[in-house]
C-alpha cells in the first residue's frame, strides 16, 4: 500500500508541476466526460491499420491504449479521434507556447498534451499510473530493472534513479526505486 501511495504521489507531482506550468491558476478548469470507454488499457502492439501512430510508424516508443497506438508527437484531434472522451481533462494556460495544455485521464493513464510552435496541440507526455497498464514490450509499475533492461536492452542514459531510453523524437524513461520501477512515461524529446 505505501509503494502504490508512493508512485500516486510521484506521478500526481509531475503532472501538477507540468499542468500548472506558469498559467494563471484563475483559468483552469476542470471537466468529467460521460465516456462510452472502459479505461482497460492493453500491452499489444497497435496493427498496421491504426492510423493514430505517425511517430511510432517512424520507430518512436508509442503506448497502446483500447487498442490505439498513442505516440509522443500525436496531434491532439488524432489522439481524441482515437480513444474518444477521457475520464477527466484538465486544462490551463500554457507556459509551453500559446494555447491551452491539456491532460486527459483515461483509466489508469494520463496524457498531457501542449501547443507547438504553430499553435497544434501535441501530446507531450504518456505517464502509467497503476501496475494495469504496461508497456507493449510488457513492462509495468512495480516490475524490476532486469525486467526493464531485458525488454529494453542496456542503451539508457540515467540520471540519478531515472533510466530513459531515446528512440527518434521519443523518449522512454522509467523511475527505478531500489529495484523496483515507481514510474513510466513516454516523453517528447525536445
Do not use: H, W
Not at 499542468?19 to 460521460?34: E, F, L, R
Not at 477527466?88 to 483509466?107: I, K, L, M, R, W
Amino acid at each position: 500500500m505505501k509503494k502504490t501511495i508512493s508512485v500516486y504521489v510521484l506521478a500526481l507531482c509531475l503532472l501538477a508541476a507540468f499542468a500548472a506550468g506558469c498559467g494563471g491558476k484563475d483559468d483552469n478548469t476542470v471537466t468529467t466526460a460521460a465516456s462510452g470507454t472502459s479505461g482497460e488499457t492493453t500491452a499489444s502492439p497497435a496493427s498496421d491499420e491504426t492510423t493514430a501512430a505517425p511517430v511510432a510508424a517512424q520507430g518512436g516508443f508509442y503506448f497502446s491504449l483500447n487498442g490505439a497506438a498513442v505516440s509522443p508527437g500525436m496531434e491532439q484531434d488524432a489522439l481524441l479521434s482515437a480513444l474518444g472522451d477521457a475520464d477527466n481533462v484538465f486544462q490551463a494556460p500554457s507556459c509551453a507556447g500559446e494555447g491551452t495544455d491539456y491532460t486527459y485521464t483515461y483509466g489508469g493513464v494520463e496524457i498531457a498534451t501542449v501547443p507547438d510552435a504553430q499553435g497544434v496541440n501535441r501530446v507531450n507526455a504518456i505517464v502509467l499510473k497503476d501496475d494495469l497498464s504496461s508497456t507493449p514490450e510488457g513492462v509495468s509499475l512495480f516490475m524490476t530493472m532486469a525486467d526493464m533492461t531485458a525488454a529494453y536492452g542496456e542503451d539508457y542514459t540515467s540520471s540519478g534513479n531515472a533510466y530513459t531510453y531515446a528512440r527518434d523524437n521519443t523518449l522512454l524513461q522509467f523511475i527505478v526505486e531500489g529495484d523496483e520501477i515507481t514510474s513510466i512515461q513516454y516523453l517528447l524529446e525536445e
